[in-house]
């Protein structure tokens, strides 16, 4: 069997400018290190790859998250095409709409319930003091710490709650179990 393929090749899209609406906290330039996606400039091709899009917004997310800001979110992702003809190539625009909401600080966990372990013990795994801003990714990490600390010692059928089912909703995003 032979198989031929026709391919109609299209052109090229590149980045042309990276803007963000709705940063007050961070610059423009801070939040663009941040990013996969790269302008168009003399050291990077600036190819456009939708992938990065969803990519970048996580990115953009976890970065204000990590700096106390757990309401962060990117909204929108705005996209201009245009057309160069001298360059025979599409050039797209990006704007990330940003909500960047307030800056928590870290008040502090509670354990209850713990016999095999000290308290002093297990709050040793989160990494950050009362009143340290908080940062989700060490919270998250102290946090399956913990559970990882009964884990490996064979204690496999624990259930690690959190009555208000705030914190570690708030810490993963959904309540797991832990």
């Excluded at 031929?4 to 299209?10: P, V």
Aim: proline share 1%; no cysteine.
């Amino acid at each position: 069997i032979v198989v031929n393929f026709l391919i109609e090749e299209g052109k090229a899209t590149v980045v042309s400018a990276i803007y963000f609406q709705g940063n007050e906290v961070f610059s423009e330039k801070t939040l663009k290190k941040q990013l996969n996606l790269k302008e168009a400039s003399l050291f990077n091709k600036g190819a456009y790859k939708e992938a990065f899009i969803e990519t970048d917004k996580t990115l953009i997310a976890s970065y204000y998250k990590e700096r106390g800001y757990m309401d962060a979110s990117v909204l929108d992702v705005v996209k201009n095409v245009t057309y160069n003809e001298d360059k025979n190539q599409d050039e797209i625009e990006i704007t990330f709409i940003v909500k960047e909401g307030s800056r928590y600080t870290y008040g502090g966990l509670t354990l209850s319930g713990n016999t095999l372990f000290t308290t002093e013990e297990l709050l040793s795994f989160i990494n950050m003091k009362e009143g340290d801003v908080f940062n989700q990714t060490k919270f998250t990490s102290g946090v399956y710490a913990i559970a990882n600390k009964y884990y490996e010692n064979g204690y496999t059928s624990n259930y690690f709650s959190d009555p208000k089912k705030e914190v570690l909703a708030l810490a993963m995003g959904l309540v797991i179990g832990l």
